[in-house]
C-alpha cells in the first residue's frame, strides 16, 4: 500500500476476524454485557481505528471500499503476534459458548410451546405442502422450534402455495380450482380446438387471459407454430416432427464427443443440474439426458448463436406443459421412467420444436455480445425514465446500472424471477400476443419494476438495491398477481408502442 498507516479493508474494520461480536436480533441471544464488559474496554484502546458508519452508497464507492478485501499477500503480511489478535478474552469465549448451550437445551426440552401455538391456527389456514418441500421443511424444522413466534403471530394469515409448489395450483388466492366461469372457458376451448380449421385469431383471443391445464398442451403447439390450424394435417405433422427430430439425434449427437463440439457440450452439461434445482422432476437423469439432447441438437443447428447460458431454462415450461398431457397427477415429483419410450419421445420432440420456435423470434439475444438484450434493457431504461421519473432518478443517484439488473429478465424471460407455475401462466399471454417474448416482454418488465418502486426507493445504498432487485419475493406469487401485472403491461404497451414521441424524451 502506498500510505505506511493505510490498511486493508477488512483490516479496518473493528471487527476481527474470530472475535466474538453481540448481534441484536439474531438466532442467539445477546452476550452478557456484565461478561463482556472489561473484553470491549481493552479492545476499544487496541483498536484505534473508528468503524466506517456509512454504508457504500454507490457502485464505485462500494468499489473503493471492497477493492482491497482479497489483496494477494494478505495473510503473508499479517503479523498474527500483534497485541490486536490478543484481546480476545478466552474466559469470554467459554462463559459464551456454554450460555448459548444451556438456551439451546432449555428451548428442546420445551417443543410444546411450540407446537401449542402453531396448533392455534385455524384449520383452514393449514398450508399443505408437496413432498418435494419436505427437505426444506425438515432443515427449517429446528429453527421454527428455537425462535418464538411472535413475529410469524402478527402477520396476516394466509393460504399459500407451497414453495416448490404443485405446478397445477396456479391460484395462491386459495379459490376452487375449477369455477362455473372457468368450466365455460374450458368447453370454448374444446369447441375452438375441435373444429374443421382452428380460427387461431379467436384462440389467441381466449389464451390471453390463461390456457386450462387441460387444453394447454394443444393450444401452445397451435400457437408457437408447431402445428396446423386444419385438424386433418395434425397427425401426420406431429409424426414427420417428431421423427425428423429423432433423425438429427442419429445424425449429430455423437458428434458432441468430437473436439469441436466438446466445449458446447460440456457447458450444456454443466448448466443442466442447475436448472430448477429444487423441483426433483428436473433432477432425475432420464430427464437431464433428455435437456441435453435437446440444448445440444438445437446448439448445432443454430452455429449463429450456439448454446448460450440461459437457453437451458427456456425447455423446462415447454417440457412440463407436455408431460402434463400424460400426467394427471403434480408433476414436480412425478417419476418419468413411468412413462412408455414413446411418451417421452414425443414430449422430447414437441419440447424443441416450440422452443426453437420461440428462440426463431429473440435469437439476436444469444448471438455474439447479444445485441438483442443490450436493446432491449436501455428500451426498459427510456421507458421507465417516461413512466416512473422517481424510481429512474433514484437509480442514477445511487449509481444502479439498468443492464446490472435487467440483463437476466431479458435473458431469461424472467423465468429466475417467478415461480415455474407463473412461467407458464405469463407464457400463455406470450404466445397469445404479437412478439410476445420479444415486444410485450419489454413492457412486462417496465411493469415488473414499477411494482416494487415503494421497496426499491425504500433502499438507499448500491447495495441493497442490488440485492433486492435480484432476489425479489415473488414466492407465492399466483394466477392473480401475473393477471395484475400483465394488465399494467398492456396498459404501458397500449401508451407507448405506437408513440415515439412519449416513448423518448
Known amino acids: 500500500m502506498a500510505a505506511e498507516n493505510s490498511k486493508q479493508f477488512w483490516k479496518r474494520s473493528a471487527k476481527l476476524p474470530g472475535s466474538i461480536q453481540p448481534v441484536y436480533g439474531a438466532q442467539h441471544p445477546p452476550l452478557d454485557p456484565r461478561l463482556t464488559k472489561n473484553f470491549i474496554k ?9 468503524l466506517k458508519s456509512k454504508k457504500a452508497s454507490s457502485f464505485h ?40 448451550l444451556e438456551n439451546h437445551s432449555k428451548l428442546r426440552v420445551k417443543p410444546e410451546r411450540s407446537q401449542s401455538t402453531t396448533s392455534d391456527v385455524p384449520a383452514s389456514y393449514k398450508v399443505i405442502k408437496s413432498s418435494s418441500d419436505a427437505q426444506l421443511s425438515r432443515n427449517s424444522s429446528d429453527t421454527c422450534l428455537r425462535n418464538p413466534l411472535h413475529k410469524q403471530q402478527s402477520l396476516p394469515l394466509r ?63 397451435l400457437l408457437s407454430g408447431y402445428l396446423p390450424a386444419n385438424t386433418e394435417r395434425r397427425k401426420l405433422t406431429l409424426q414427420r416432427k417428431r421423427e425428423e427430430y429423432f433423425g438429427f439425434i442419429e445424425q449429430y449427437y455423437d458428434s458432441r464427443n468430437e473436439e469441436h463440439h466438446q466445449d458446447t457440450y460440456r457447458q450444456i452439461h454443466i448448466d443442466i443440474p442447475r436448472t430448477n434445482p429444487l423441483i426433483p422432476l428436473f433432477q432425475q437423469p432420464l430427464v437431464q439426458e433428455i435437456f441435453e439432447r435437446i440444448l445440444f441438437i438445437w446448439a448445432i443447428r443454430h452455429p449463429a448463436s450456439g448454446y448460450v447460458q440461459g437457453i437451458n431454462d427456456l425447455v423446462t415450461p415447454f417440457f412440463v406443459v407436455f408431460l402434463s398431457e400424460y400426467v394427471e397427477e403434480d408433476v414436480e415429483n412425478f417419476d418419468v421412467t413411468n412413462l412408455s ?33 443490450q436493446k432491449k434493457v436501455k ?23 439498468y443492464l446490472q439488473f435487467a440483463f437476466r429478465w ?9 415461480p415455474l407455475r407463473c412461467t407458464i401462466r405469463l407464457w400463455d399471454t406470450y404466445q ?74
Open 61 to 100: 464507492e462500494f468499489a473503493r471500499n471492497t477493492s482491497d478485501a482479497w489483496d494477494i499477500g494478505d495473510d503473508e503480511e499479517e503479523d498474527f503476534s500483534s497485541p490486536s489478535f490478543q484481546t480476545l478474552n478466552s474466559k469470554v469465549a467459554l462463559a459464551t459458548a456454554a450460555q448459548v
Open 432 to 505: 397469445s400476443e404479437p412478439e410476445g417474448f420479444s415486444h410485450f416482454h419489454l413492457y412486462v418488465c417496465a411493469a415488473f419494476l414499477i411494482k416494487w418502486r415503494k421497496e426499491i426507493l425504500d433502499e438507499e445504498d448500491f447495495q441493497g438495491l442490488l440485492m433486492l432487485l435480484q432476489n425479489l419475493p415473488t414466492i407465492h406469487w399466483g394466477n392473480e398477481e401475473i393477471g395484475l401485472l400483465l394488465a399494467e403491461a398492456y396498459r404501458l404497451k397500449y401508451m407507448f408502442a405506437d408513440a415515439p414521441n412519449h416513448y423518448r424524451r
Open 379 to 401: 428500451a426498459l431504461e427510456e421507458l421507465v425514465s417516461r413512466i416512473d421519473e422517481q424510481v429512474h432518478n433514484h437509480f442514477r443517484r445511487y449509481e444502479v446500472e
Open 159 to 221: 393460504p399459500i402455495i407451497p414453495l416448490v409448489a404443485r405446478i397445477s395450483d396456479q391460484n395462491a388466492s386459495g379459490a376452487p380450482p375449477m369455477t362455473v366461469r372457468e368450466k365455460t372457458r374450458l368447453e370454448k376451448f374444446r369447441q375452438l380446438l375441435s373444429s374443421h380449421n382452428t380460427d387461431l385469431d379467436e384462440l389467441r383471443k381466449c389464451s390471453w387471459p390463461g390456457v386450462p391445464r387441460e387444453v394447454r398442451p394443444v393450444t401452445w403447439r
Open 42 to 50: 481493552e479492545r476499544s484502546k487496541v483498536n484505534a481505528v473508528p
Open 341 to 373: 419410450p414413446d411418451m417421452l419421445q414425443s414430449i422430447e420432440a414437441d419440447s424443441f420444436w416450440c422452443m426453437s420456435k420461440l428462440l426463431d423470434g429473440i435469437q439476436d439475444n444469444y448471438t455474439f455480445a447479444q445485441p438483442g438484450i
Open 410 to 418: 431479458m435473458n431469461n424471460l424472467l423465468m429466475r424471477e417467478l
